[in-house]
Every structure is written in C-alpha cells, then in structure tokens.
C-alpha cells in the first residue's frame, strides 16, 4: 500500500484547500481518513470514513472540513474550507487495511494559514 498526498499550500485565513490522496497497491481499506500534526503537538485524527461509508469529524473541524473517497480513481479528498490559522498542520492520510487492521500512511502534506 503507497499512499501519496498533496494539494497543501499557504492560504489565507477564510480560504480554502483540497487535499488529495492517492493510492496504489492492491488493498481492501476497512477505514480512510486524514490526520494532522502541529509543530509540538501530538497527531490528531481530524476525518475519517469507515466501513459503513459513514464520515466522521473532530469538533475541531466539523461543519468546517469534508472528507471524501473516489473508489474509481482510489483516491481520497479532504475539502478544508473556513481555514483558521489553528489548522497549520502537516496533513497526513491514512488507510487501515486487513485483520487485525494495519494503518498506512501517506508521506504528509503542508498546511499552512496566515492570519
């Protein structure tokens, strides 16, 4: 399983992001969804989608973010709209595949807000 992410950038306070994340690899994913680490902060799951298709969110984010998959093009989206500078972050996706479940994750992706 390779994931490789990108679409992160410096945007201002109120912008928008699309992050995209691409997969390869013959895999069934049980679960996908993004991450993020800030400088001297622990990883936060910030989306995710189960098996069920059901998408969940951190309150952080809710209302604000809005994860997508593509089964067609094996690719997963993170729609960041409302940016604040709080979400500057290094952005990470991540598939857990199998059983018991192993997590993979993309290389990361820079997010950066400007107030």
């Known amino acids: 399983v390779q994931l490789q992410a990108s679409g992160g950038g410096l945007v201002q306070a109120g912008g928008s992001l699309r992050l995209s994340c691409a997969a390869s690899?013959?895999?069934?994913?049980?679960?996908v969804g993004w991450s993020r680490q800030a400088p001297g902060k622990q990883r936060e799951v910030v989306a995710g989608?189960?098996?069920?298709?059901?998408?969940n969110y951190a309150d952080s984010v809710k209302g604000r973010f809005t994860i997508s998959r593509d089964n067609s093009k094996n690719t997963m989206y993170l729609q960041m709209n409302s940016l604040k500078p709080e979400d500057t972050a290094v952005y990470y996706c991540f598939v857990d595949v199998g059983w018991p479940s192993e997590r993979f994750w993309g290389q990361g992706t820079q997010v950066t807000v400007s107030s």
């Open positions: 989608i189960g098996s069920g298709g059901s998408a």
């Open positions: 690899g013959s895999f069934s994913a049980n679960a």
